[in-house]
Nanobody, 119 residues
Framework: VQLQASGGGLVQAGGSLRLSCAAS????????LAWYRQAPGKQRELVAS???????NYADSVKGRFTISRGAARDTGYLQMNSLKAEDTAVYYC??????????????WGQGTLVTVSS
């Protein structure tokens, strides 16, 4: 099973996008969820994370603009991105620990979804 990220696209500066992350098949429940991004020529960086107890952490660059969440059933993860800036342009990846119906796994990654913010 893999995680599938979706919701990326082209948006003007100041606009909003909502990214989603879900398992490619079967049942899945997130214990932890994180969103990373990698801009061209830069290293991958942590954008936001939420642990099994609901503790949330944001990179300073997105505080007040981005919101990480999980669905009520914890089967889908989200990243709501508001007030987007050109410097938010990157490929966004979801990552998580969680369990299917009869198994658990750590450090599962999605394939990435491209967010392009035009200035």
């Amino acid at each position: 099973v893999q995680l599938q990220a979706s919701g990326g696209g082209l948006v003007q500066a100041g606009g909003s996008l909502r990214l989603s992350c879900a398992a490619s098949r079967g049942t899945w429940s997130f214990n932890t969820l994180a969103w990373y991004r990698q801009a061209p020529g830069k290293q991958r960086e942590l954008v936001a994370s939420i642990n099994s107890r609901g503790y949330i952490n944001y990179a300073d660059s997105v505080k007040g603009r981005f919101t990480i969440s999980r669905g009520a059933a914890r089967d889908t993860g989200y990243l709501q991105m508001n007030s987007l800036k050109a410097e938010d342009t990157a490929v966004y990846y979801c990552n998580g620990d969680g369990c299917g119906s009869s198994w658990c796994t750590n450090d599962l990654w999605g394939q990435g979804t491209l967010v392009t913010v035009s200035s």
